[in-house]
């Protein structure tokens, strides 16, 4: 079980990915194994942050289920904005990294 969360961890970001590069393709093809491969190694040094971030969700998730799931209203477009804020913190901090390189 551990070993695949792992990996689910690793693979998140490939949606996020695939989007950005069909953005910015000019046919608009994107591969989805070169999206999977550029998550795994974004996510690198970075799973325990978003294992810890979708740990923090599971409080409000409790209490979406006890108000008889109307909480899910405001839940789900709250944890998927948080999670592509987690995305975009990636991106700007790896483009960061990358242009201190060629200095």
Not at 32 to 48: N, P, V
Request: proline content about 2%.
């Amino acid at each position: 079980i551990v070993p695949g969360i792992i990996k689910t961890i690793s693979y998140s970001q490939a949606y996020f990915i695939y989007k950005d590069q069909k953005i910015l393709t000019e046919n608009g093809k994107v591969s989805a194994l070169d999206c999977i491969t550029e998550s795994r190694k974004m996510m690198d040094g970075h799973k325990w942050e978003y294992f810890v971030l979708q740990l923090s969700f599971i409080g409000w998730g409790i209490l979406s289920i006890l108000s008889l799931g109307i909480g899910f209203l405001w839940l789900k477009p709250y944890v998927y904005c948080t999670y592509a804020a987690f995305y975009n913190n990636l991106t700007e901090n790896s483009h960061f990294d990358e242009s201190l390189d060629d200095f």
